[in-house]
């Protein structure tokens, strides 16, 4: 939706990924992020005359598999073409890439929306060496070029023109990376640039079927950044053209700090690229059985884990979506139920307590290791059978998250387990009543609320280690 109701924004999504492959797509230089500068180049990525490049087998094993996991067609037959553009990051001088026959073509990726799940067609995937990178800050009056990234293996994952919505852009790029990182084809790591997005859109009166002019977008490197830089550009593009303006096609860059787009330059065309086939390569010859191969190998991917969740685990669609975010998180939940545990109450404390913990740290449950599903499975255990109650349990799993030790060696080591015998809790409550008369008496005229006020003034006497359900037993029999 764009910013007047009048018009229909329309957006289409060009995906880099970088493939998880330990060598360059044509050499065999490092992948591996973060070396020194220029020191992962060989005499193929940095396009000495008379050096010859060799593909590499696993990205293409790595694009037919991503385009398996979003209902591809795979090309039996396709090839490389050079895409020529004069840029310092680019020493050939042209950037080998997959022109009019990529590997995968007309595929989709589901999302959901408010209105529900909504189809967005992927129209091509195909392979593309990456170009190096320019650094500018802290080098005087000149730039810096690192080749490291030159020959660096990418996806480009185009989608049709289906997204209406920055909403829409934003979670087509959380389900897509969800996808990359299960298959084991891309970290989706965008601060380091393994994962960027481009956006291509335009604004057109609604109801009307010819597309606007479209504006490419560049610079989005997060999620967030995605939606801000469409929500800016769909209300410039409005703007421009209720003030009758005519809308240029061009690439404008995201400046996140000033929170506008900027024009960068005039939007090529494929002709101005003199696109050709790759002479170096032969074309790419694919059989039917090594897809097959590639197809059995494919992982339980998201959709069909939340599915399976609703189902066999009969949890909430909210708590499949989350716990099937991420695969290393799955693969906890799961694990905790196999050794026993509730899925519920398991997956309630995954996504509150352990969330949280993580969140604050920045980290990863795989980052993670001291904190087992076991452990958590024996926690809820003891909420179950007395021993801790569900508020005493939170500073045992605090504990358990950070230390690793078992919950049965937290609770003794801070003197944490539930009072659960009447005769301990007798003398507290006697003594929280003898100390609030007036509120007594205003129980005993109606007021029940006050109730919890009492169980409240037990809790704190007793450090939280009162068992509720005596706890209001109890009260209630002394006041009534």
Same mark, same amino acid.
């Given at each position: 939706m764009?910013?007047?109701? @009048?018009y229909e924004t329309v957006?289409?999504?060009?995906?880099?990924?970088?493939?998880?492959? &330990?060598?360059? #797509?044509?050499?065999?230089?490092s992948t591996k992020f973060g070396a020194d500068p220029n020191t992962q180049t060989c005499p193929v990525c940095t396009g000495m005359p008379g050096s010859l490049p060799v593909l590499n087998r696993k990205a293409v094993e790595f694009a037919i598999k991503t385009g398996l996991a979003m209902d591809c067609e795979i090309s039996l037959f396709s090839r490389f073409a050079r895409k020529n553009y004069f840029y310092p990051d680019l020493p050939k001088g042209y950037q080998i890439s997959q022109y009019e026959l990529p590997i995968c073509e007309r595929g989709h990726l589901d999302i959901k929306t408010s209105e529900g799940t909504k189809r967005i067609g992927i129209t091509r995937i195909h392979m593309e060496e990456d170009a190096g990178k320019n650094i500018h800050e802290g080098a005087g009056p000149y730039s810096? +070029?690192?080749?490291?990234?030159?020959?660096?293996?990418? =996806?480009?994952? +185009?989608?049709?023109?289906?997204?209406?919505?920055?909403?829409?852009?934003?979670?087509?790029?959380?389900?897509?990376?969800?996808?990359?990182?299960?298959?084991?084809?891309? &970290?989706?790591? =965008?601060?380091?640039?393994?994962?960027?997005? &481009?956006?291509?859109?335009?604004?057109? *009166?609604?109801?009307?079927?010819?597309?606007?002019?479209?504006?490419?977008? %560049?610079?989005?490197?997060?999620?967030?950044? +995605?939606? %801000?830089?469409?929500?800016?550009?769909?209300?410039?593009?409005?703007? $421009?053209?209720?003030?009758?303006?005519?809308?240029?096609q061009e690439t404008r860059l995201w400046d996140s700090a000033a929170g506008v787009t900027l024009s960068m330059r005039t939007k090529e065309e494929a002709h101005d690229y003199r696109y050709f086939p790759?002479?170096?390569?032969?074309?790419?010859?694919?059989?039917?059985?090594?897809?097959?191969?590639?197809? %059995?190998?494919?992982?339980?991917?998201?959709?069909?884990? #939340?599915?399976?969740?609703?189902?066999?685990y009969q949890l909430p669609e909210y708590d499949s979506e989350l716990l099937a975010s991420e695969k290393p998180l799955a693969e906890w939940f799961e694990e905790a139920v196999k050794l026993g545990g509730n899925p519920k109450a398991a997956s309630n404390w995954i996504m509150?307590?352990? =969330?949280?913990?993580?969140?604050?740290?920045?980290?990863? #449950?795989?980052?993670?290791? !001291?904190?087992? *599903? $076991?452990?958590? +499975?024996?926690?809820i255990g003891l909420i179950e059978n007395g021993t801790i109650s569900g508020k005493i349990a939170k500073t045992v799993f605090e504990e358990m998250y950070k230390t690793g030790k078992q919950a049965k060696i937290v609770i003794e080591e801070k003197g944490l387990v539930q009072i659960a015998d009447a005769g301990s809790l007798a003398p507290?409550?006697?003594?929280?009543? $003898?100390?609030? *008369?007036?509120?007594?008496?205003?129980?005993? !005229?109606? &007021?029940? @609320?006050?109730?919890?006020?009492?169980?409240?003034?037990?809790?704190?006497?007793?450090?939280? %280690? $009162?068992?509720? !359900?005596?706890?209001?037993?109890?009260?209630?029999?002394k006041l009534s």
């Open positions: 764009s910013a007047n109701g @009048k957006i289409g999504l060009e995906v880099h990924a970088q493939l998880l492959t &330990d060598s360059k #797509i044509f050499c065999g230089c810096l +070029v690192d080749l490291n990234r030159a020959g660096v293996p990418l =996806m480009e994952i +185009v989608s049709d023109p289906d997204l209406r919505s920055p909403e829409e852009a934003s979670e087509y790029m959380r389900r897509l990376r969800t996808i990359l990182r299960y298959i084991g084809v891309c &970290d989706g790591n =965008m601060e380091q640039g393994s994962l960027r997005c &481009d956006a291509n859109v335009s604004v057109r *009166p609604r109801g009307q079927r010819e597309l606007g002019v479209k504006v490419e977008l %560049k610079n989005m490197n997060s999620f967030r950044f +995605v939606e %801000k830089a469409l929500e800016y550009e769909i209300t410039r593009q409005t703007k $421009a053209i209720e003030d009758g303006e005519k809308i240029i790759e002479p170096d390569l032969v074309p790419i010859s694919v059989e039917k059985n090594w897809i097959e191969e590639i197809r %059995k190998g494919l992982p339980e991917l998201p959709g069909q884990k #939340i599915e399976r969740f609703i189902k066999e509150g307590e352990l =969330m949280r913990l993580l969140n604050e740290e920045g980290l990863s #449950i795989e980052e993670k290791p !001291a904190v087992k *599903p $076991a452990m958590l +499975v024996e926690m507290v409550i006697d003594e929280i009543l $003898a100390r609030n *008369p007036k509120e007594v008496e205003r129980y005993k !005229a109606g &007021d029940e @609320k006050l109730i919890g006020f009492f169980v409240g003034q037990v809790m704190r006497a007793t450090k939280g %280690k $009162a068992n509720p !359900a005596l706890l209001n037993e109890l009260l209630k029999k």
